[in-house]
């Protein structure tokens, strides 16, 4: 008996699921567990009916839990949608207009068309960080693989060094970071030659400091980026105030549950197919 079938069996549906969190390990970590079950028309049954998914590259992402809620306001939008010798991406700029209709406008941080270094010194000092641009699995040097920006790939290895010297260099920086979301393709997708070592963006980032990424197990559609995103911040902002006093705390560990009912609703889009949604996928807390 599969294990996926296996769970199935022991769960029970519901239409506000329970936590679920996957540490898949060797040619697994490649599979979309999340997206286990039987299609088959009226008679669907996955995983997706019992339980919210999250992936997790270590359990130490899980020992280290943070507070639910962060006091940081900063929210950062990074934009590349005509990236040199890349396709253009149109939905760059929907997903931006629907994030500003979900998020006060002065909490919001847009960079247009930045270079590596500009992305890199925003990311430390913001709760949220919104990616829509390219991105790429180099499975020749998994540590090349990253998001494609005007002045060429940030890559993981350059995320990390970044890392490395904040360590060294900046022993007090208070760490706002919680939530990433890479609207982008492969940036879950990992090198086959290492399976264990979780070498994509998502874990990356999570190795960066923030506590929750949502990344995509192989390519994704333009068109279903902003259809997500609408979604994912609706329910993500839909209890938040910004004008209480004292300033009201946004949950930022219910960024599993968001992106959880945001696919759902994906999946009833006319002529969806299960390519176009079981990439999205959520790592972390």
């Known amino acids: 008996m599969s294990p996926s079938r296996f769970f199935l069996m022991e769960a029970y549906k519901s239409q506000h699921p ?3 969190w996957w540490c898949p390990t060797g040619a697994s970590a ?12 009226d008679a669907t049954d996955c995983i997706s009916h019992y339980a919210i998914s999250s992936y997790a590259p270590t359990l130490q992402v899980l020992l280290d839990r943070p507070s639910s809620n962060t006091t940081s306001s900063k929210f950062t939008v990074v934009l590349e ?3 040199p010798k890349c396709t253009s991406l149109p939905g760059a700029e929907k997903e931006l207009k629907i994030i500003q209709s979900h998020i006060p406008g002065e909490s919001l941080t847009i960079l247009r ?9 925003h990311l ?11 991105g790429v699995q180099d499975s020749g040097n998994p540590l090349d693989s990253g998001l494609i920006f005007a002045d060429g790939c940030l890559t993981l290895s350059e995320i990390i060094r970044g890392q490395d010297d904040d360590n060294d260099n900046v022993k007090h920086v208070e760490r706002r970071m919680s939530l990433a979301f890479l609207s982008a393709c492969q940036t879950a997708v990992g090198d ?15 190795f960066a400091g923030f506590r929750g990424v949502v990344g995509t197990m192989g390519n994704m559609q333009d068109l279903d980026g902003p259809k997500v995103a609408d979604t994912f911040y609706e329910y993500l902002f839909k209890d938040f105030d910004p004008n209480t006093v004292p300033p009201q705390t946004l949950d930022l560990t219910k960024a599993a549950e968001a992106l959880h009912f945001a696919v759902l609703k994906l999946r009833k889009e006319p002529g969806m197919t ?3 949604w079981v990439p999205f996928v959520h790592y972390g807390l």
């Open 81 to 83: 949608p005509n990236a």
């Open 192 to 206: 086959k030659s290492i399976p264990d070592e979780a070498m994509h963006l998502a874990a990356t980032l999570l």
């Open 30 to 41: 490649f599979l979309p567990i999340h997206a286990a079950g039987v299609y088959d028309g």
């Open 113 to 121: 068309s930045p270079n590596g270094f500009e992305v890199m010194k």
């Open 274 to 276: 299960f390519c176009r």
């Open 124 to 134: 430390q000092q913001s709760a949220i960080v919104h990616f829509a641009c390219h």
């Open 18 to 20: 329970s936590r679920l």
